[in-house]
């Protein structure tokens, strides 16, 4: 019974979770990214389905990650605190 408690918590976590990120990748994120994530950004490259956003976005933030796009990026995640840098990561994360 326990573990399925822990599991449930986990669970509804993690969908607070993607819908906090939702909504900041909403207002920050889907104007270069579009709805989907499969928008080509600066790069050249679609953010859905990429792998470890969490270490890029948190690069973004701390200026040791980025290209040409490191500026915006900077910028468009400057406001964002840990927790929502991971709700977001969650989130991109879940787009294919």
């Given at each position: 019974?326990?573990?399925i408690l822990i599991s449930l918590f986990l669970t509804v976590s993690a969908i607070q979770g993607?819908?906090?990120?939702?909504?900041?990748?909403?207002?920050?994120?889907?104007?270069?990214?579009?709805?989907?994530?499969?928008?080509?950004?600066?790069?050249?490259?679609?953010?859905?389905?990429?792998?470890?956003?969490?270490?890029?976005?948190?690069?973004?933030?701390?200026?040791?990650?980025?290209?040409?796009?490191?500026?915006?990026?900077?910028?468009?995640?400057?406001?964002?605190?840990?927790?929502?840098?991971?709700?977001?990561?969650?989130?991109?994360?879940?787009?294919?």
């Amino acid at each position: 019974m326990y573990k399925i408690l822990i599991s449930l918590f986990l669970t509804v976590s993690a969908i607070q979770g993607a819908g906090i990120g939702m909504k900041i990748y909403g207002k920050t994120c889907v104007e270069c990214h579009g709805d989907d994530g499969k928008d080509l950004s600066i790069s050249g490259k679609a953010i859905a389905g990429s792998g470890d956003v969490l270490k890029k976005l948190t690069g973004y933030k701390n200026g040791t990650f980025g290209g040409e796009q490191k500026a915006t990026m900077q910028a468009s995640v400057e406001p964002l605190n840990d927790e929502e840098l991971k709700a977001v990561a969650a989130y991109v994360e879940t787009l294919k």
